[in-house]
């Protein structure tokens, strides 16, 4: 603390903080206040940024994946210390493994206290080191400034991810007059932003010889904002392309040369052209093993481009032929500066299409029963494509992935590496703050529904008009599923015999609820629930021995798949 500066002209801890947020462009702020961040909070009183207070620490991270994931810039929440800061740790974890840029503030007792199990203490360096790009604990006022501009410059650099920052409670309330425009410069952190134009090169000379080339793209491409340049590629050379779970949207659903999501639930079409490919071109993908379900059977007779930010990621888990590592976008533009004479992959393409055509994805219509696909497909023509989608995980996760009509990126939000249930609720809200202007719907099953309803409490204090629609198979559909395949039957755990009135739950929380069962009048009475204004519960009661398919069984090559005929 500078001792020969007026005390006027100081600082405390809690306004430089503030103030260094509104230097990043910091938006909003989603947190839960307690005794170690009053002074914090009592800052934000004057609400020069919003603090949107959720009704649970995991409901606010996941709220602010959602922004972040929705706009692709870096979120910010603030919890107290103790267990404030341990209820994020889950959804930490599912930012880390997405790659989502997030800066977590985490208050912490007083710095004499930490290390002697003060009251709320908890360490969250120790906790986080595995989940986090980096993390901090500020212990001298003056630092706080550089912490708080590397923490945003580490969250939105590279591969993306979340960076904590552990705020002693003192730290908040000391006073300093720091050097605030602090140029960030880490020896140690260097990524890689621009692609080896010479791996580049030997890419597109692969490309020219190729018989059978295919695009993978991921997760990465949204990342770098590379969507426009990926289709300029596919559309130029007409290439056959594939999708992960966070890569949908890069293409329209209807373009002629995408087809489909790959991997444990994708389409026979994507799954069979990653088995055939010889030049598999995978931008922004991790490889993970609900895409590549068997490492060692993968593409056996492929050359593998990877093009991806983060280097450990390429040979992790597929063998690499030509590794790239840098941005996407980057990757892509330049992959487009360089002219091939036109490759001919007329043959190749039409075996593609035809596999589409002939194995689309289907499900058996019931008169009596309302099928979750169907529920799926309305929603897709009443929003005409054009929705923001976020879904929490389980069965109907995969049924909004394979029949929603996705237009653009950044379009689904939802849980991949980490498969969190209760991410849906939370992460529809925070796209909501997001895309106020746009329509927002929430695909959520009856399990995931009852980990974080709670923040149903915020919609109409925030006129937030979303439309969730919960598929009730009065079970956890997924568990249920694997173990009717692969358990004899022996449904462990994975049925509600019983559960709440989830009508009056919407009524207690003061938002508009819908009960739909009739299969007859679905497509109506969903019309007629998103002509409504403001926020909206719509339970279906959806068959209760659905299975999503095609499904490859873990473990098993990609070609493997059930459910196909």
């Known amino acids: 603390m500078k001792q020969d500066i007026a005390d006027e002209e100081l600082q405390s801890g809690a306004d430089l903080l503030i103030k260094c947020l509104e230097n990043q462009g910091v938006e909003l702020i989603f947190g839960y206040p307690g005794g170690s961040v009053l002074p914090l909070y009592d800052a934000l009183y004057d609400e020069t940024i919003p603090n949107i207070l959720t009704r ?6 996941h709220a602010v994946e959602g922004y972040a994931k929705a706009t692709g810039n870096p979120g910010v929440v603030i919890v107290t210390s103790g267990p404030g800061a341990t209820n994020v740790v889950t959804g930490i974890a599912d930012a880390m493994i997405d790659s989502v840029p997030l800066v977590v503030i985490t208050g912490q007792v007083t710095t004499p206290g930490i290390g002697k199990d003060a009251f709320q203490e908890a ?7 595995p989940i986090t790009k980096n993390n901090y604990q500020v212990r001298d006022i003056e630092e706080l400034p550089r912490i708080i501009n590397e923490a945003f410059h580490i969250a939105t650099t590279g591969r993306k991810g979340p960076v904590l920052i552990d705020l002693p409670k003192d730290i908040t309330v000391w006073r300093a007059n720091p050097k605030m425009d602090q140029v960030v410069h880490l020896e140690s952190y260097q990524p890689t932003k621009d692609p080896s134009v010479l791996q580049i090169e030997r890419l597109m000379n692969l490309l020219k010889k190729a018989k059978k080339p295919l695009v993978l793209a991921g997760g990465g491409v949204v990342a770098a904002n590379g969507g426009n340049e990926l289709r300029q590629f596919v559309e130029k050379y007409q290439l056959p392309t594939v999708t992960t779970l966070l890569g949908l949207g890069l293409l329209p659903h209807e373009h002629p040369s995408f087809l489909g999501m790959g991997g444990m639930h994708g389409t026979y079409a994507a799954n069979i052209a990653m088995m055939e490919t010889d030049l598999l071109i995978n931008i922004g993908s991790r490889f993970d093993d609900r895409l590549a ?15 991806d930010v983060d280097p450990v990621e390429i040979g992790k888990i597929i063998k690499t032929d030509i590794p790239i590592v840098g941005d996407a976008k980057i990757a ?3 992959m487009l500066e360089i002219k091939l004479d036109s490759p001919d992959y007329a043959e190749w393409r039409i075996e593609c299409q035809a596999r ?8 058996k219509r019931d008169e009596q029963k309302i099928k979750p696909q169907e529920v799926v497909e309305i929603v897709g023509r009443i929003t005409k494509g054009k929705a923001y989608v976020v879904t929490d995980v389980g069965q109907h996760q995969m049924w909004a992935a394979q029949f929603y009509p996705f237009q653009f990126p950044r379009q689904l939000i939802t ?20 895309k106020k202007k746009e329509t927002v719907v929430v695909f959520v099953g009856d399990g995931g529904f009852q980990m974080t309803n709670q923040e149903l409490a915020i919609l109409n204090q925030n006129d937030l008009d979303i439309k969730f629609i919960l598929l009730n198979n009065r079970s956890l559909g997924m568990v249920r599923q694997w173990q009717e395949t692969f358990f004899n039957e022996r449904r462990s755990q994975s049925v509600f015999n019983e559960q709440p009135d989830f ?6 929380y003061g938002i508009a609820g819908r009960k739909i069962s009739n299969p007859a009048t679905l497509e109506k009475e969903l019309r007629e629930a998103f002509t409504t204004d403001g926020p909206m519960l ?15 069984p873990a473990g098993m090559p990609n070609d493997q798949m059930l459910g196909v005929d």
């Open 56 to 61: 649970h620490e995991q409901g606010a991270v």
């Open 123 to 129: 360490d969250m360096l120790g906790i986080t080191v």
């Open 293 to 307: 379900c068997s490492p060692e059977a993968f593409a056996p007779h492929v050359k593998v481009a990877h093009i």
């Open 332 to 334: 892509l533009q330049q």
């Open 356 to 363: 589409k055509e002939k194995y689309p994805l289907k499900y």
């Open 415 to 434: 849980s991949g590496g980490l498969g969190t249930m209760g991410y849906g609720i939370p992460a529809g809200i925070g796209v909501k703050f997001a």
């Open 503 to 508: 009508m009056k739950m919407a009524e207690a």
């Open 538 to 552: 719509i339970e279906v009661m959806i068959c209760n021995r659905e299975h999503v398919l095609p499904m490859i």
